[in-house]
C-alpha cells in the first residue's frame, strides 16, 4: 500500500468522525472522496482491521456513550446527534452493542452530580482567628 492510499484512508476517517450525524452509505463516501467502492472497502479493511461500516457503527456508539456519559441531553437528541433518524432504531442497536438501553447505561455510567462529587464544605468561622496565641 502507498503513501496517497495511507493519506486518502486517514483523510476519510477524520471526515467520518466528524459527520457521525449525517448519514453516510459508502456510496457517498466513494462519491465525496472519488473512490471505488471496492477498493475503499478493501483498503479501509487493510489499514484499520475493521470494515468501513462497523467503524461508522463503532464511533456512533461511541459518541453515544461519551453524550449518555457527559451530558443530560435528551437521548432522541443524542441519537439525532449519532446518525439515527428514529430513536427506536438507536436504542436497539445500544442494547444490542452494549447489554443495556442508553438510559441504563447511564444511569450506570453517567457522571456524578456536583454534590457528589465535592464534600461538604462549611465556611470557616470569620470571627474565630485563624491563629491562637
Known amino acids: 500500500m502507498n503513501q496517497k492510499d495511507i493519506g486518502l484512508l486517514l483523510q476519510i476517517r477524520e471526515f467520518i468522525d466528524g459527520n457521525l450525524h449525517r448519514e453516510m452509505p459508502v456510496a457517498f463516501i ?18 484499520f482491521g475493521t470494515s468501513l461500516h462497523a ?5 456512533r456508539l461511541e459518541k453515544a456513550a461519551i453524550l449518555l456519559r457527559e451530558t443530560d441531553e ?5 441519537a439525532g446527534q449519532c446518525g439515527y433518524k428514529k430513536v427506536r432504531s438507536f436504542n436497539k442497536v445500544f442494547k444490542e452493542r452494549t ?13 456524578l452530580k456536583v454534590t457528589q462529587m465535592l464534600p461538604k464544605v462549611t465556611p470557616p468561622d470569620l470571627e474565630t482567628p485563624f491563629f491562637s496565641s
Open 74 to 78: 435528551p437521548v432522541k437528541s443524542i
Open 30 to 47: 466513494c462519491r465525496h472522496f472519488s473512490i471505488n467502492k471496492t477498493k475503499l472497502q478493501e483498503l479501509f479493511r487493510e489499514i
Open 99 to 111: 447489554g443495556l438501553s442508553p438510559d441504563q447505561y447511564r444511569k450506570k455510567n453517567g457522571r
Open 55 to 59: 467503524y461508522i457503527l463503532q464511533q
